[in-house]
């Protein structure tokens, strides 16, 4: 009877299984089931755009053709636009960086002091109803002409969606997993360490790639408001002069920008959140 | 195969002047707002033993728990878990093991596992030591750096009760653990708890809706009203579980008598 109970005992009731090991697919496969089908509406814009303008014999001061843009990149690279690429980039990179910091600074504050949350909040939301386009020449007015208000701008309109987004994630973490924490001894920096962090971390990243895509237009804000170099200058001389491929150029390299940002951002993400699963989108 | 397994612990080992009881709950009250979720619940529950706690859903079985683990204070009566009466003292006895197995996804299974022990400023390397050894007991070896998504319902379910083993507390508190499981795994990872258990000697407070499962693990069955929870009977289970399998267990004419009566109760 013993020994029958001791064998029954040692046998494991379960069935052994093995780890499941995720399926990968091929880098292009996977680049292609996410944007292949984005790329080809992009590039057949571009060829309607083409004929058109070539077809209507629309005048090149009116409306730059995808090909007139290429030729405006290669001949005004090194002249005017890779001269105000970096001071914009640096507008996007230093105000951007600057917003998480402080963003998910306050948002990490304003979670583990509830009653400052609760003053801070609605004045948070408040602030946003100010347009930053007309804070923007206040603020040249204020800070000078140089790099320092764009990248405040900058910060400005980022700030925001990482803030709340952080202060959401924070907040909306399931109480189940804080009460689990607190019978297994868990003390308060415990439970924001290990589980409302991590567990917020997507928030913080959802918010990060919002606040992306505004980056580069709180820097044109900024640069329209009162500025000498950037993107956004270039744009606005050369409105007058009519070089509307150069202002194209411009405006694609915006675009890139903020879409290299946005791809960072989502790149951080995969690092630091391996167990969130997107589908791949970004 | 008991000393590999976590129990005999400093607390529950050594006989306290021969105070036996576990947990005492003396005309216990909780309301939220008007509903009244507990009312005059009067109960002991000796130490070492293990109770099963049954009734209709939404009858404060839950909130029984939450009680007594501390997380939650009544509204009337006392609670006394092992000498510990505040809500600090009970929280610093009972761990507790939730309906849902609330790993963290951002942790492999052993890290998980090894919160507990982590939370009490172990450094990571020495509480993955500590915990890794249970891996192979639990049937869970091969699987101590997977994260949780990868592993199945039973097994997620055996690393939360590894994890609320590892907090080395003298009280385990299982709320429906094996609630969210289906009714073929839920009968096999019974049947593991019920191994598991004997080789833990530790006072077991187990909450379900389930009467069988109820009989199978515990000593002692108290059967709770719909709400306003009330105590409505206690039974003396005392079935001879070793060296029997599930099956062979919840097919005897005692246990089905049990049963029987059990259900009888609730009704």
């Not at chain 2, 070896?141 to 199945?152: G, I, N, T, Y």
């Given at each position: 009877m013993s020994a029958k109970a001791s064998e029954e005992r040692a046998a494991d009731p379960m069935p052994a299984e093995d780890p499941i090991v995720p399926k990968r697919t091929s880098a292009f496969g996977h680049f292609w089931r996410n944007y292949g089908l984005a790329m080809l509406i992009i590039i057949a814009l571009l060829v309607i755009w083409e004929l058109w303008i070539r077809i209507f014999h629309v005048p090149k001061y009116l409306l730059a053709s995808p090909t007139g843009i290429w030729t405006s990149l290669q001949k005004d690279w090194s002249r005017y636009l890779l001269p105000n690429l970096w001071p914009t980039l640096s507008e996007v990179l230093i105000g951007f960086g600057i917003s998480v910091v402080a963003g998910v600074g306050l948002a990490i504050v304003l979670h583990l002091f509830t009653p400052l949350r609760r003053a801070v909040y609605p004045i948070l939301i408040g602030s946003q109803t100010i347009p930053i386009v007309v804070l923007a020449p206040v603020l040249v007015i204020l800070l000078g002409y140089g790099l320092l208000p764009k990248v405040v701008i900058v910060a400005l309109i980022c700030f925001f969606p990482i803030v709340v987004n952080g202060l959401d994630g924070l907040r909306l973490v399931d109480d189940d997993f804080i009460r689990m924490m607190r019978t297994l001894d868990a003390t308060r920096w415990s439970i924001f360490r290990k589980v409302e962090f991590p567990g917020a971390l997507p928030s913080i990243f959802s918010g990060m790639r919002v606040a992306a895509t505004f980056a580069a237009i709180g820097a044109i804000f900024g640069e329209w408001a009162g500025s000498s170099v950037g993107l956004g200058y270039l744009i606005q001389a050369s409105t007058p002069n009519l070089q509307t491929a150069r202002i194209f150029a411009a405006i694609l390299l915006l675009t890139l920008i903020a879409m290299a940002l946005f791809g960072l951002v989502s790149l951080l993400e995969r690092i630091f959140c391996p167990w969130v699963s997107r589908g791949g989108v970004l | 195969m008991a000393e590999r397994s976590v129990g005999v612990q400093g607390g529950a080992a050594t006989p306290s002047g021969g105070d036996n009881v576990g947990i005492a709950f003396d005309r216990v009250g909780k309301a939220f707002g008007d509903v009244v979720a507990l009312d005059g619940v009067t109960f002991e529950i000796e130490r070492n033993s293990r109770i099963g706690i049954v009734g209709p859903s939404g009858g404060g079985k839950s909130t029984l728990l939450q009680l007594t683990a501390g997380l939650l204070e009544q509204d009337a009566g006392s609670i006394n878990v092992e000498g510990e009466t505040s809500t600090e003292g009970r929280l610093s006895r009972c761990a507790m093991m939730p309906q849902r197995d609330l790993l963290l996804p951002w942790r492999t299974a052993l890290d998980n596992a090894m919160i507990a022990i982590e939370n009490r400023g172990v450094s990571k390397k020495d509480a993955r030591a500590k915990t890794r050894p249970y891996f192979e007991h639990f049937g869970l070896?091969?699987?101590?750096?997977?994260?949780?998504?990868?592993?199945?319902g039973g097994m997620r379910q055996r690393v939360s009760f590894l994890r609320t083993l590892m907090a080395e507390k003298d009280i385990l508190l299982l709320d429906e653990p094996f609630g969210a499981l289906d009714s073929i795994t839920r009968g096999q990872m019974q049947e593991w708890l019920l191994r598991a258990l004997g080789d833990v000697p530790r006072t077991v407070l187990l909450v379900t809706h389930d009467v069988d499962e109820a009989l199978l693990l515990s000593r002692t069955v108290v059967v709770m009203s719909a709400r306003p929870g009330r105590v409505v009977t206690v039974l003396d289970v005392g079935l001879q579980t070793e060296g029997l399998s599930r099956r062979e267990i919840v097919t005897s004419p005692e246990f089905i008598e049990l049963k029987e009566s059990a259900l009888e109760a609730i009704e």
């Open positions: - | 070896a091969k699987f101590e750096d997977v994260r949780p998504d990868a592993l199945s």
